[in-house]
T-cell receptor
Framework: EAGVAQSPRYKIIEKRQSVAFWCNPISGHATLYWYQQILGQGPKLLIQFQNNGVVDDSQLPKDRFSAERLKGVDSTLKIQPAKLEDSAVYLC?????????????FGPGTRLTVL | AQKVTQAQTEISVVEKEDVTLDCVYETRDTTYYLFWYKQPPSGELVFLIR??????QNEISGRYSWNFQKSTSSFNFTITASQVVDSAVYFC???????????FGTGTSLTVIP
């Protein structure tokens, strides 16, 4: 079974530029999550999708971050414009459904450096 | 308030020693799940174990074991006979019934010295 795929693996941009990350979840997984992991910290949820609908985006900085999951499969997370404090690893995860207790399977992450 | 606390920031052990990673959680839900994930240098979080709030039975799975105690809100994880490949950051996480997001601790960096 293929795991969660993410691209790119690394991205370096200058502040005020835009960047987009892509995620392809495990086949059949209805729930998709985007996390931000700042160095030395645990992952923090940014947004959760159930199929193509947003379940929770309470911690997404909506003035600069946006995400979509068209057709309920792949997802894209965008930052526009980027700030220095956005430097982090962006992790995508998926799970079978929204039921509490389902383990989440994580992708390798995209390491973003904002200069 | 931090829902999941991992007080140990870094731990170093010599290969073949046993090591216990501590996790303390906070929740008002009666139904919840606790997880341990491993994050090796490659960066990908790997699921290790899961426990629900109604099952306090402690188990052993290979070199891994866990001690879940609701009375102290703790969910500690033990690696027996540690190996160099166990070197990673370990995260404890909580999932509550009132939502489905995971609350991660700040992680414990484990280094196993050969």
């Amino acid at each position: 079974e293929a795991g969660v795929a993410q691209s790119p693996r690394y991205k370096i941009i200058e502040k005020r530029q835009s960047v987009a990350f892509w995620c392809n979840p495990i086949s059949g997984h209805a729930t998709l999550y985007w996390y931000q992991q700042i160095l030395g910290q645990g992952p923090k949820l940014l947004i959760q999708f159930q199929n193509n609908g947003v379940v929770d985006d309470s911690q997404l900085p909506k003035d600069r971050f946006s995400a979509e999951r068209l057709k309920g499969v792949d997802s894209t997370l965008k930052i526009q414009p980027a700030k220095l404090e956005d430097s982090a690893v962006y992790l995508c995860a998926s799970s079978l459904g929204g039921r509490v207790g389902n383990e989440q399977f994580f992708g390798p992450g995209t390491r973003l450096t904002v200069l | 308030a931090q829902k999941v606390t991992q007080a140990q920031t870094e731990i170093s052990v010599v290969e073949k020693e046993d090591v216990t990673l501590d996790c303390v959680y906070e929740t008002r839900d009666t139904t919840y799940y606790l997880f341990w994930y491993k994050q090796p240098p490659s960066g990908e979080l790997v699921f290790l174990i899961r426990r629900n709030s109604f099952d306090e039975q402690n188990e052993i799975s290979g070199r891994y074991s866990w001690n879940f105690q609701k009375s102290t809100s703790s969910f500690n994880f033990t690696i027996t006979a540690s190996q160099v490949v166990d070197s990673a950051v370990y995260f404890c996480a909580l999932s509550e019934a009132t939502g489905n997001q995971f609350y991660f601790g700040t992680g414990t960096s484990l280094t196993v010295i050969p």
